[in-house]
């Protein structure tokens, strides 16, 4: 059975840090690039970072560049996300997803995605 799961989330000041877990199971973890996306109130999901399947390959959102950063352990079928400087507008519902791309190279398209989590909500206020 696939799944995805976010840790981590919480209420966090603004310039505050957090640092998200995805942790994965029931399918080949370093096979895939592994994205993490966020969705707040009233907008469409949108790309945050994502980390190719053996951790050489990276890309960010420019909202986010300078601020968060992704890393993985394929030994703990886990990726985490740095996030610091933290601003209200960050504030959302962050998921994890695993797209199928043995490679050097991830994308940021959502539809690209084959598996998800159920998301992690992380709220930026004073």
């Known amino acids: 059975q696939v799944q995805l799961v976010e840790f981590g989330g919480g209420l966090v000041p603004p310039g505050g840090s957090l640092r998200l877990s995805c942790v994965a199971s029931?399918?080949?973890?370093?096979?895939?690039?592994i994205g993490w996306f966020r969705q707040a109130p009233g907008k469409e999901r949108e790309g945050v970072l994502c980390?190719?399947?053996?951790?050489?390959?990276?890309d960010y959102a420019d909202s986010v560049k300078g601020r968060f950063t992704i890393s993985r352990d394929n030994a703990k079928n886990t990726v985490y996300l740095q996030m610091n400087s933290l601003e209200p507008e960050d504030t959302a519902v962050y998921y994890c997803?695993?797209?199928?791309?043995?490679?050097?190279?991830?994308?940021?398209?959502?539809?690209?995605?084959?598996?998800w989590g159920q998301g992690t909500q992380v709220t930026v206020s004073s």
């Open positions: 997803a695993a797209d199928f791309k043995k490679s050097r190279r991830c994308v940021l398209a959502k539809n690209a995605y084959t598996y």
């Open positions: 029931g399918f080949t973890f370093n096979f895939y690039a």
């Open positions: 980390i190719s399947s053996d951790g050489s390959g990276t």
